[in-house]
């Protein structure tokens, strides 16, 4: 079981900056992949960003030039940095862990655990 608690969001404007984190549980952390996905009202959930157990990287194109995720095994600890944010970031967004199925990718089925998620609000 792994637990994954995400902090760092907030309000904040166009074009302005954020970073998000996730800590996760568990001695294991840096052999698995983890993902960052937000969902929007009314919407799907939605890829943002993926990171391998080896530092493999995979962005949304959405998001391709302003955000950053990145990992530190040492603080079991996942981080998105998001610059140039845009009203259309608004969402929850959320990391994901695959422990288990050790997916690396864009789908959101296919990890294994799951934070409560944090609200991003970007105003105009």
């Known amino acids: 079981q792994v637990q994954l608690v995400e902090s760092g969001g907030g309000l904040v404007q166009v074009g302005g900056s954020l970073r998000l984190s996730c800590a996760a549980s568990g001695r294991t952390f840096s052999s698995y992949p983890m993902g960052w996905f937000r969902q929007a009202p009314g919407k799907e959930r939605e890829f943002v960003a993926a990171?391998?157990?080896?530092?493999?990287?995979l962005y949304a194109d959405s998001v391709k030039g302003r955000f950053t995720i990145s990992r530190d095994n040492a603080k079991n600890t996942v981080y998105l940095q998001m610059n140039s944010l845009k009203p259309e970031d608004t969402a929850v967004y959320y990391c994901?862990?695959?422990?288990?199925?050790?997916?690396?990718?864009?789908?959101?089925?296919?990890?294994?655990?799951w934070g409560q998620g944090t609200q991003v609000t970007v105003s105009s």
């Open positions: 990171i391998s157990w080896i530092g493999s990287l």
């Open positions: 994901a862990a695959s422990p288990k199925s050790k997916y690396y990718g864009r789908s959101w089925y296919d990890y294994d655990y």
